[in-house]
């Protein structure tokens, strides 16, 4: 008789993607060389108070000089697929105008490294590094002419890397840089407890102004998409790649389920939702008075070009949600403080979020396709022994999460690929270097880079293609 190990059985569908993924600023240095302009967030970062430890990206893990040595760790990792960023202002240093020629040679390098290691590209064209210029010039986000830029830019990259990067995320993540950059973000995590984030450029708009600000982001996205069906290759794939916030259901029921569903389309209705459904829901329309966005039917067309596939970054459950025969017919249930959490101080652990996330996305709109954009956790130290570095808690974690993630996959939901943040240790944003994310250990003195325990649970997973 045959025994079924529970490798065997939880294994994700064939062609399934074992990815990493990284971002510009976070791991590039290098931030004013070949003719790079300057980004808000090195502004940001270089203004005294605003990052732990007053850490910037200047240097960060010297990527820009490294990309050969990181190309091989990730192939021994196993690593089928790697998203990056590029970097808008290596490539035009005020936004629009002229390319540098230097620094789109530089992403050509590395998706030439990428393929010879046998790694598919993945680009994403916005990952919050702004070119200061378009801040200073026109208010960055606040203004359409930054969404027009970014679209010109985005054709003009998928132009020359077009012949052989085949899948673009437009933006990342819209409600960290749109709210926290230009309001601040509150997150509840649990009793009483809530946690501010700030990001780049550091504004503090109303409600009413960030409406506007939210409006623009999608716009952008939609131009994006049109230019790179204009400029790109035929059968090139886009998409975007956002921190949806999850309802998660207590309970699997229909009448659960549903108050989830009606949740997350709710919440995610200046992003997720108006990309997907080409309109504004009532209730977000009804919000801040009603005086803001100001947008047109033929905008609403733009943000909502047909997409190839939704990327989806899932780190934590936004909220959880029960039914209500009240309007809208959900109701928030609190968080415990004692509900379990990871290193950051955003981070609840809940790994069924990973189930979820897809299914309630496949179930509101029904994409051809998704990939988990982002998931992993920090951690503020290591524990190094006899040579090597253990990060147990990770492989917990991703165990945990890939466990759920199979679930869907096994339910048809249509995952098609996994990228785990982070490929190194890296700056991460208001926590600097205090806050490793990484498959892989930097030491951010000598910038020697050492895989950890997690590491290996990755390669096995990906060579298995199961949850090991
Ligand atoms: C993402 N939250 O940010 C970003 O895309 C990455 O650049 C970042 O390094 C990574 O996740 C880890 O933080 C997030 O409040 C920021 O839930 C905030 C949240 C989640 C992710």
């Given at each position: 008789s045959t025994v079924n190990t529970g490798?065997?059985?939880?294994?994700?569908?064939?062609?399934?993607?074992?990815?990493?993924?990284?971002?510009?600023?976070?791991?590039?240095?290098?931030?004013?060389?070949?003719?790079?302009?300057?980004?808000?967030?090195?502004?940001?970062?270089?203004?005294?108070?605003?990052?732990h430890n007053d850490d910037n990206g200047d240097v960060a893990n010297d990527h820009y000089h490294r990309h050969h040595e990181d190309v091989d760790l990730m192939r021994d990792i196993g690593a089928t697929a790697y998203r990056f960023s590029v970097a808008w202002p290596r490539v035009f240093p005020d936004g629009a105008g002229a390319p540098n020629r230097a620094g789109i040679d530089f992403y050509d390098r590395l998706v030439d490294a990428l393929l010879a290691a046998g790694i598919e590209p993945y680009?994403?064209?916005?990952?919050?590094?702004?070119?200061?210029?378009?801040?200073?010039?026109?208010?960055?986000?606040?203004?359409?002419?930054?969404?027009?830029?970014f679209a010109d830019y985005a054709g003009y990259v998928s132009g020359r890397l077009g012949d052989r990067v085949k899948h673009y995320f437009t933006i990342n993540e819209f409600a960290s840089f749109v709210e926290g950059?230009?309001?601040g973000v509150d997150v509840k995590v649990g009793g009483d407890e809530i946690v501010h984030l700030g990001?780049?450029?550091?504004?503090?708009?109303?409600?009413?102004?960030?409406?506007?600000?939210?409006?623009?982001?999608?716009?952008?996205?939609?131009?994006a998409v049109q230019a790179i069906r204009a400029h790109g290759p035929a059968g090139t794939k886009i998409g975007f790649a956002d921190n949806i916030r999850v309802a998660v259901p207590t309970i699997d029921t229909p009448d659960h389920v549903a108050a989830a569903?009606?949740?997350?389309?709710?919440?995610?209705?200046?992003?997720?939702?108006?990309?997907?459904?080409?309109?504004?829901?009532?209730?977000?329309?009804?919000?801040?008075?009603?005086?803001?966005?100001?947008?047109?039917?033929?905008?609403?067309?733009i943000?909502?070009?047909?997409?190839?596939?939704?990327?989806?970054?899932?780190?934590?459950?936004?909220?959880?949600?029960?039914?209500?025969?009240?309007?809208?017919?959900?109701?928030?249930?609190?968080?415990?403080?004692?509900?379990?959490?990871?290193?950051?101080?955003?981070?609840?652990?809940?790994?069924?979020?990973?189930?979820?996330?897809?299914r309630l996305v496949q179930n509101l709109w029904n994409p051809p396709s998704i990939y988990i954009t982002e998931n992993g956790c920090g951690a503020s130290d290591v524990m190094a022994h006899d040579g090597r570095i253990y990060d147990s808690d990770r492989v917990m974690f991703l165990r945990a999460c890939l466990g759920q993630l199979q679930r869907a996959t096994s339910e048809g939901v249509p995952v098609h690929g996994y990228f785990l943040w982070s490929a190194q240790d890296n700056f991460e944003w208001m926590d600097g270097y205090g806050n490793r994310f990484g498959l892989v250990y930097v030491d951010f003195d000598?910038?020697?880079?050492?895989?950890?325990?997690?590491?290996?649970?990755f390669r096995e997973a990906a060579r298995r293609n199961a949850v090991v």
């Amino acid at each position: 008789s045959t025994v079924n190990t529970g490798a065997e059985i939880r294994r994700f569908p064939d062609g399934f993607q074992w990815g990493v993924a990284t971002s510009s600023y976070q791991i590039e240095g290098a931030w004013d060389e070949d003719g790079k302009g300057p980004s808000i967030w090195d502004t940001y970062a270089h203004t005294p108070g605003n990052i732990h430890n007053d850490d910037n990206g200047d240097v960060a893990n010297d990527h820009y000089h490294r990309h050969h040595e990181d190309v091989d760790l990730m192939r021994d990792i196993g690593a089928t697929a790697y998203r990056f960023s590029v970097a808008w202002p290596r490539v035009f240093p005020d936004g629009a105008g002229a390319p540098n020629r230097a620094g789109i040679d530089f992403y050509d390098r590395l998706v030439d490294a990428l393929l010879a290691a046998g790694i598919e590209p993945y680009a994403t064209l916005y990952h919050w590094d702004l070119p200061q210029t378009l801040q200073d010039e026109v208010g960055g986000w606040q203004s359409k002419d930054t969404a027009k830029a970014f679209a010109d830019y985005a054709g003009y990259v998928s132009g020359r890397l077009g012949d052989r990067v085949k899948h673009y995320f437009t933006i990342n993540e819209f409600a960290s840089f749109v709210e926290g950059g230009y309001q601040g973000v509150d997150v509840k995590v649990g009793g009483d407890e809530i946690v501010h984030l700030g990001a780049a450029p550091g504004l503090r708009l109303s409600d009413s102004e960030l409406k506007q600000v939210r409006h623009h982001a999608v716009l952008g996205h939609g131009m994006a998409v049109q230019a790179i069906r204009a400029h790109g290759p035929a059968g090139t794939k886009i998409g975007f790649a956002d921190n949806i916030r999850v309802a998660v259901p207590t309970i699997d029921t229909p009448d659960h389920v549903a108050a989830a569903e009606r949740a997350t389309r709710a919440r995610n209705a200046g992003f997720m939702t108006v990309m997907l459904e080409g309109r504004y829901t009532d209730e977000y329309l009804a919000e801040a008075g009603g005086r803001s966005p100001v947008f047109t039917d033929e905008e609403l067309g733009i943000i909502a070009e047909p997409l190839d596939f939704v990327g989806l970054n899932v780190y934590k459950p936004g909220w959880y949600v029960e039914p209500s025969d009240e309007a809208p017919g959900y109701r928030d249930i609190p968080i415990n403080a004692s509900h379990p959490r990871m290193q950051s101080s955003w981070h609840l652990l809940d790994p069924e979020v990973l189930y979820w996330a897809p299914r309630l996305v496949q179930n509101l709109w029904n994409p051809p396709s998704i990939y988990i954009t982002e998931n992993g956790c920090g951690a503020s130290d290591v524990m190094a022994h006899d040579g090597r570095i253990y990060d147990s808690d990770r492989v917990m974690f991703l165990r945990a999460c890939l466990g759920q993630l199979q679930r869907a996959t096994s339910e048809g939901v249509p995952v098609h690929g996994y990228f785990l943040w982070s490929a190194q240790d890296n700056f991460e944003w208001m926590d600097g270097y205090g806050n490793r994310f990484g498959l892989v250990y930097v030491d951010f003195d000598t910038l020697e880079r050492t895989p950890k325990l997690s590491a290996s649970w990755f390669r096995e997973a990906a060579r298995r293609n199961a949850v090991v």
